[in-house]
């Protein structure tokens, strides 16, 4: 079985036993399972779910942390007089390569305020992405490669 189904049904169990049919009951359910599983792991044999889960949780991490800050920009450039709105359009080479990858990657891109994925070449090697606070392309090519496309990969790879 999936380590991640089972991780799944010890969480819905606790959630029963606890009576707590809540979000934050599920997450500490899932925690108590994972630890849980991570303990009995030579049951198992090699498994990949104990080196992806936190990378999984290092990629929500992150995005939520792009999302925040590209929030507080977008808000930012609404309320004030000046705009300090410079925007353009990049191409991104990707090193996404599976059509999962890649539709993970540009959704996450596009979920972000302030960048919206527009268009993938026909060879599947570029992203073509509308950035609303553009100062330098090179810089933000560098940052989105290095930040959300490399922990994409880490998950999914």
Known sequence: MNLFFLNSFIALGYMGIQGDFTLSGLLVGFILGYIALWITQPLYGASRYFQRAPKTVRLICHFLMELVLSNIKVFWDVITPAHISRPGIVAVPLDVKTDMEILLFANMLSLTPGTLSLDLSDDRSILYVHVMFLDDPDRF????????ERRVLEVTR
Not at 141 to 148: A, I
Request: without cysteine.
């Open 141 to 148: 090519r560098q940052s989105v490669k290095e930040g959300l």
